[in-house]
């Protein structure tokens, strides 16, 4: 059976279409193959472009989590001291309870009170340099104004080794060294006359 005759010239036209199509584009290669090259720079100009503008992408994507991250640690921080802060204050009004937190009782309710206090100032001076809304200059300068008090130089003093101990960051690390500075530089600032020659 023969095949129509339709269909035999719409192949044979196919034919010629793909062959003119290679010679041309083969044509068009020889001829004008500055533009070409041309073209592959742009091309490539555009691929480092699209990788820098990928990295600064991945940058911002990290600098976002890293900053959500930052926020929670913050959130939990604030958390934790806030319930704290609420446990020692319904102890205030039952002194008897802040034995439990570790004050002496000997030293008499308001003694237990006045460390609770100064427990609370210190713990929240820590929370709020290691977040960044206390900087060096503030802490530098209200250091020596606590620290003139005889007692909150020697609740300091029994306190400072879990200050010092705490590494749960640099910032909290970093609050615990420049606070214990300034208590060393009082002890020596308000060091009674007598004891000048030891």
Not at 87 to 100: G, T, V
Request: proline share 3%; charged share 20%; hydrophobic share 50%.
């Amino acid at each position: 059976m023969r095949r129509p005759v339709w269909r035999l010239a719409w192949f044979t036209a196919l034919c010629f279409f793909a062959l003119g199509l290679g010679f041309g584009s083969a044509l068009g290669l020889l001829v004008s193959a500055d533009a070409w090259r041309f073209l592959s720079d742009v091309g490539q100009a555009f691929g480092t472009l699209s990788a820098l503008l990928s990295a600064v992408a991945l940058l911002g994507v990290w600098s976002s989590i890293r900053l959500q991250t930052r926020q929670a640690e913050v959130a939990k921080f604030e958390a934790v001291r806030g319930i704290r802060g609420q446990l020692i204050q319904f102890a205030f009004d039952e002194p008897e309870l802040l034995s439990l937190w570790g004050f002496d009782p000997t030293d008499g309710e308001e003694n237990m009170r006045e460390a609770a206090y100064l427990s609370m100032i210190f713990s929240f001076w820590k929370m709020a340099y290691a977040v960044g809304a206390m900087t060096d200059l503030e802490l530098v300068t209200a250091g020596p104004v606590i620290f003139r008090s005889t007692r909150t130089r020697a609740w300091w003093a029994d306190a400072r080794g879990t200050y010092l101990a705490d590494t749960a960051s640099p910032e909290v690390a970093m609050f615990a060294r420049m606070m214990d500075a300034q208590y060393q530089l009082a002890r020596i600032r308000h060091r009674p006359t007598g004891d000048e020659g030891a």
